[in-house]
């Protein structure tokens, strides 16, 4: 945590000036919370481009379950018109 200089280059008395001596870049935590961070950022962007390529997807569903639903009555009132002659 402290690293020794040289205290006459910068005119103090004390011989220890407290210098952070380790890169915080090359620990290895600090890469794993950097990556992971940087895991969550891009799947929130890609749910967001996904977002309304999904609903779109979902509204052409309802509707097709609609018109099936729809198509399924008509045929059945159909042969139900049709049994009565």
Partial sequence: MF???NTQKYGCRSSVIPVF???IS???????????VSFII???ALALLMK???KS???KY????LIKR????????????MAER
């Fill in 42 to 44: 891009l799947m929130s």
């Fill in 21 to 23: 001596s380790s890169n």
């Fill in 70 to 81: 729809r198509r399924e009555q008509f045929y059945k009132e159909l042969r139900y018109l």
């Fill in 26 to 36: 090359t620990n290895p935590a600090f890469s794993i919370i950097i990556l992971m």
């Fill in 52 to 54: 309304p390529i999904a």
């Fill in 62 to 65: 309802k509707r097709y379950r």
């Fill in 3 to 5: 690293a020794e200089i």
């Fill in 57 to 59: 997807y979902i509204r």
